[in-house]
């Protein structure tokens, strides 16, 4: 891996090429498996999270179940901070090559890691084990696979989703748009104006994080990237769709947009307020809306034009090819365990995120959940719809410069075309240097 790219990406100026040494993993075998998985003899195994507070009583609840299973291997969850800190403290503990035997990483982060060889690959341990990934959604398995490899699966899987107010809605007569077409005659019906002044908006999708437009760039038929991943295609036509209806929306004063310091607060409380109908926001935060609001909130999967596709979010869970056999083959017990349909439902309920197994929506525990949070309902009639990111080393990089462009649009009521075909070059350069 490029010393260029890895600091460039992930932005920590001390960490030099020693990273990547002696750490590929070269996925035709498991060394020292059978040594490895016959030994029960005690072995401790760290994992490293950035789990939230509220987070860990599903957490602790989740290791203890492990080692009743495996009392022979002992977790010791360390919280690292949000992800760029735990990305941060993962490089440095790979350079001192003192690394966790298993760790989360957010979903966009993963091609940069898988890239420079610091992951396990998990395919020979799921041939081994002949672990059944069909009951994955599809989407969010691949979101943690990379060049034809396996090297997590979803743990704390989010999704962008639109969270409306159904009182409002039902009151007006109208439902959420489903594709691009309806989008119109929902502004019509629902914006108020007064004195030329927008008092309510329509919609309202975040700004401040290129996870929510990516995926209506593609819905709209155009792509981030060419199929070879060495050019941007944000200045074609299709690809220039989604940003010229956001202009056009927000300029008819039908569309809010919010960027910078404190924009997810006020959008939230903006919609909690009764002056925006509908916000397109993390599923992650669905019980905040539902505690928080005065009306019934309902979920609606986002809108699509040639498709209709939303962007997973959170992280996964991964193991260390640093770390030794012994550890690795705790780690990988501790992965099945954590990612596995048994526990998928109270898991999800725990942390608030979503479960991850088509499996787990039929059973009791399943319907159970559901009858408690029907919103998501709107998540699972579209599951294998909800895939992974743009997969690029340079994504978290490139992405800033054409999240700077939707910034100009929104404070200084820039024209978006020129700025992102001007945003287009930079991407090129900085692709070119990958």
């Known amino acids: 891996m490029q010393v260029k790219k890895w600091l460039t990406v992930l932005a920590v100026s001390s960490i030099t090429m020693s990273m990547a040494v002696g750490c590929s993993s070269k996925g035709e075998d498991i060394p020292d498996a059978k040594a490895a998985a016959e030994d029960n003899s005690p072995v401790t195994i760290q994992y490293w999270h950035s789990h939230a507070e509220t987070q860990m009583p599903a957490v602790n609840y989740m290791i203890a179940e492990f080692q009743k299973k495996y009392p022979n291997i002992t977790v010791e969850p360390v919280f690292q901070g949000a992800y760029t800190d735990l990305h941060k403290k993962l490089q440095a503990a790979v350079a001192a090559k003192e690394v966790p035997a298993v760790t989360n990483v957010e979903v966009s982060a993963l091609p940069n890691f898988a890239d420079g060889g610091v992951f396990a690959d998990m395919t020979p341990y799921i041939k081994r084990d002949k672990v059944d990934l069909t009951d994955f959604s599809k989407g969010m398995l691949q979101a943690y696979a990379y060049n034809d490899k396996q090297y997590g699966f979803p743990l704390i899987v989010s999704t962008s989703v639109f969270v409306y107010n159904k009182t409002m809605l039902d009151g007006l007569g109208v439902k959420p748009p489903q594709t691009w077409a309806e989008i119109e005659d929902f502004n019509k019906k629902v914006t108020v104006k007064e004195n030329g002044k927008t008092t309510r908006y329509a919609f309202s999708v975040p700004g401040w994080d290129t996870w929510y437009y990516d995926p209506w760039i593609s819905n709209g038929g155009g792509a981030i990237l060419s199929p070879d991943h060495k050019t941007s295609l944000l200045d074609q036509p299709d690809s220039l769709k989604w940003i010229q209806n ?189």
Do not use: C
Not at 326 to 349: C, D, L, S, Y
Not at 369 to 395: C, I, M, S, T, W
């Open 246 to 434: 956001f202009d056009k929306w927000m300029k008819d004063g039908s569309m809010h947009m919010g960027y910078g310091k404190g924009a997810s607060d006020t959008m939230r409380q903006m919609f909690l307020d009764g002056k925006v109908a509908m916000v397109q926001h993390t599923s992650a935060v669905l019980k905040t809306y539902l505690e928080n609001a005065k009306f019934e909130v309902g979920v609606s999967f986002i809108p699509g034009d040639k498709e209709r596709k939303s962007h997973i979010g959170g992280a996964g869970i991964v193991m260390m090819d640093g770390a030794p056999a012994k550890q690795k083959e705790a780690a990988w017990k501790f992965v099945k365990f954590m990612t596995g349909a048994e526990n998928n439902i109270k898991w999800a309920e725990g942390t608030g995120y979503l479960p991850t197994h088509k499996s787990v929506i039929n059973t009791e525990e399943g319907k159970k959940y559901f009858e408690k949070l029907p919103q998501y309902k709107a998540v699972f009639d579209n599951f294998d719809n909800v895939v992974g990111r743009p997969q690029h080393p340079a994504y978290p990089e490139f992405s800033k410069k054409y999240m700077e462009v939707v910034g100009k649009m929104i404070l200084e009521n820039a024209d978006p075309v020129p700025l992102m075909k001007d945003a287009v070059k930079d991407i090129n350069a900085i692709l070119k240097d990958q």
